[in-house]
């Protein structure tokens, strides 16, 4: 089992930036990828970024390469995701999702991820 909690998310400004981190604990952390993903209302789920396990790959969807950046602390059992130059169509619900024991789909699928976070808001004004 893997719990997982968000943090960081709030009301910025478009142009600006947020840090979210997501807290692991039960399983060891250095073993399994970790995924972001964000919920507008009225719309799916979708991918964000995502990292290996050791931190040496990371993923990013096209709508936010070159923006955010994906990273993890092992040692910390944290992973983060740093939000530059924010627009207001990233206002979403954030979620980080830790992969299962024996992954069956992509880096960007959550059918990859078994555990997820309660999610954390962000909301970017224009």
């Known amino acids: 089992q893997v719990q997982l909690v968000e943090s960081g998310g709030g009301l910025v400004q478009a142009g600006g930036s947020l840090r979210l981190s997501c807290a692991a604990s039960?399983?060891?952390?250095?073993?399994?990828?970790m995924g972001w993903f964000r919920q507008a209302p009225g719309k799916e789920r979708e991918f964000v970024a995502a990292i290996s396990w050791s931190g040496s790959n990371t993923y990013y969807s096209d709508s936010v390469k070159g923006r955010f950046t994906i990273s993890r602390d092992n040692a910390k059992n944290t992973v983060y995701l740093q939000m530059n130059s924010l627009k207001p169509e990233d206002t979403a619900v954030y979620y980080c999702?830790?992969?299962?024991?024996?992954?069956?789909?992509?880096?960007?699928?959550?059918?990859?991820?078994?555990?997820w976070g309660q999610g954390t808001q962000v909301t970017v004004s224009s």
């Open positions: 039960g399983r060891t952390f250095s073993s399994y990828a």
């Open positions: 999702a830790a992969e299962g024991r024996f992954p069956r789909a992509t880096m960007t699928s959550e059918d990859r991820y078994d555990y």
